[in-house]
């Protein structure tokens, strides 16, 4: 059974940092893309950056570029978010993922609980 584990979430003020992981566990994730996308109520989830399985190529949105950093770690297994300058349009549940390396979320095959982002003005 694949599983995945955020944890890192909380509450920061605009400006602050905050770092995201995610463990996966149930197989090995070398071959796939690991991810993280975020989502608001009304609104659709949508990628804030996704990684591929050699650690070779990554994806940004235009929205975070320059602020956030995804890795991975694939010998634990886990994937990193590092968010830097955040602003209060962050705030939202981000979600973990794996699966293909695509920037729909409709290509990625297991997701976690989320993790709630607040930040505040």
């Known amino acids: 059974q694949v599983t995945l584990v955020e944890s890192g979430g909380g509450l920061v003020q605009a400006g602050g940092s905050l770092r995201l992981s995610c463990a996966a566990s149930g197989r090995t994730f070398s071959s796939y893309a690991m991810g993280w996308f975020r989502q608001v109520p009304g609104k659709e989830r949508e990628l804030v950056a996704v990684?591929?399985?050699?650690?070779?190529?990554?994806v940004y949105a235009d929205s975070v570029k320059g602020r956030f950093t995804i890795s991975r770690d694939n010998a634990k297994n886990t994937v990193y978010l590092q968010m830097n300058s955040l602003k209060p349009e962050d705030t939202a549940v981000y979600y973990c993922a794996v699966g293909r390396f695509s920037v729909s979320a409709r290509s990625y095959d297991y997701w976690g609980q989320g993790t709630q982002v607040t930040v505040s003005s």
């Open positions: 990684v591929s399985g050699n650690d070779r190529d990554t």
